[in-house]
């Protein structure tokens, strides 16, 4: 029988194409589901939280047919595709049904959790939830120091603030809000054969296998890369990246892949120095690549590995 495989979005798309409006990326998604039918999979989307019924039903939901979508009705998914966003999904129990399990996301959204989890890989991280924790944590810098403090739970750089220490603790915190304070990693002498300035560089991994490079670069003035701050995107050939920092990366495989079940993830590093890479952060909900990327091996790894949680129980 063929399995069931189920891309699942928390906002509501009503008929036609769910991918009519995303642009570069739309035929790349097509892509993963022409290719999931050829495997032999049956390919479906749903949508919408009303719509998901505990532990894997999903009603209104469409199935992909020779380049449309189908209205199907109810459908009982083998394995899901997470594309919600936020933390409201996947229910806990279904953890080994679905690219990714909730302790996952739940891990990448918190960067305080995540530096437990990788302190020996990322800059040094105090976890702050009041200005006299601030104060006292900044005793720890000269007042010189160029420091970071993120909110602890955010993403597309939202929130974060880059400067001296002196003047990191006039910041003002929001009420019962958790921070992160980190050490600034100097990122200026770029990446020997990657990029010469300030960088973001982006390892994304399924299945535990590298897929797609990425590297971002600050808008004139910023120290921020990330795309929604101003930021501007390339991909890099996985032959040009240094093998020091390919093996960091084997390293934190080794912490992630086996205890969460070979998600699907980015790494995000900051090179100092030219040679000394630094965790950022990790991320769960990848941007899926554009049609002028080198997409196929990253779809070719996402059907293999809801391929293998299809045939797992829950």
Known sequence: MRKKIVMYFHRRTIGGDPFATFGKKKMVYHRLFELGTELGFDMFVASGKENYESPLTFRNAYRYDSGTFLDYGSIDADAIFDRSGGLSFPPEKIGKKTLNSIVFKRLCNDKNAMYGHLSDFMPK???????????????????????????????????????????????????????????????????PGVIDGRHDLRIIIVEGQIVLCHVRTPKEGSFLANVAQGGSIREVPLKEIPA????????????????????????????????????????????????????????RRTLKSLGRKASTGI
């Open 125 to 191: 991280n105090i976890t702050i939830r009041s200005k006299e924790e601030l104060r006292s944590a900044l005793d720890e810098f000269d007042a010189g120091d160029i420091v970071v403090l993120k909110p602890s739970k955010g993403m597309q750089g939202n929130g974060i603030l880059i400067g001296p220490a002196s003047e990191i603790a006039l910041s003002t915190l929001e009420p019962e809000k958790e921070y992160s304070l980190q050490e600034f990693v100097d990122t200026s002498k770029g990446i």
């Open 244 to 299: 020091f920092i390919l093996d960091r990366v084997s390293e934190i495989q080794e912490s992630i892949d086996t205890e969460f079940d070979l998600p699907l993830y980015s790494i995000d590093f900051g090179v100092a120095g030219g040679k000394t890479p630094f965790v950022f952060e990790l991320n769960d909900q990848i941007g899926f690549p554009s049609e002028d990327m080198d997409y196929e091996e990253f779809i």
